[in-house]
Nanobody
């Protein structure tokens, strides 16, 4: 069982930056697929980014070039650096993990991921 805890959310003006974090209860080396998702009010949870094989990252088109996914294995932590934020980025942000063995790291379907944090709220104002 993997426990994930997000932090760092808040309110920021459009064009600003924010970094959110996720601490895991276990070491997250390349044996885990790691992801960030978000969910706006009244909307379905959507994929934001994934780290595969411990280093390769994929980003959704709507955040590519603005968001950066990183991790610190020593701290068992994931980070999402969000720059040039837009009001449409307002959402609850969740980190997710799944054992890489026999898992399709490329999946963007939230229901296929095994472990989730409780979420951290990001609000972007005009």
């Amino acid at each position: 069982q993997v426990k994930l805890v997000e932090s760092g959310g808040g309110s920021v003006q459009a064009g600003g930056s924010l970094r959110i974090s996720c601490v895991a209860s276990v070491a997250l080396y390349s044996n885990y697929c790691l992801g960030w998702f978000r969910q706006a009010p009244g909307m379905e949870r959507e994929w934001v980014a994934t780290v595969r094989d411990g280093r390769a990252t994929d980003y959704a088109d709507y955040v590519k070039g603005r968001f950066t996914f990183s991790k610190d294995n020593a701290k068992r932590s994931l980070y999402l650096q969000m720059d040039r934020l837009k009001p449409e980025d307002t959402a609850m942000y969740y980190c997710a993990a799944a054992p890489a063995r026999l898992f399709n790291c490329g999946t963007r379907r939230p229901d296929e991921w095994d472990y989730w944090g409780q979420g951290t709220q990001v609000s972007v104002t005009v």
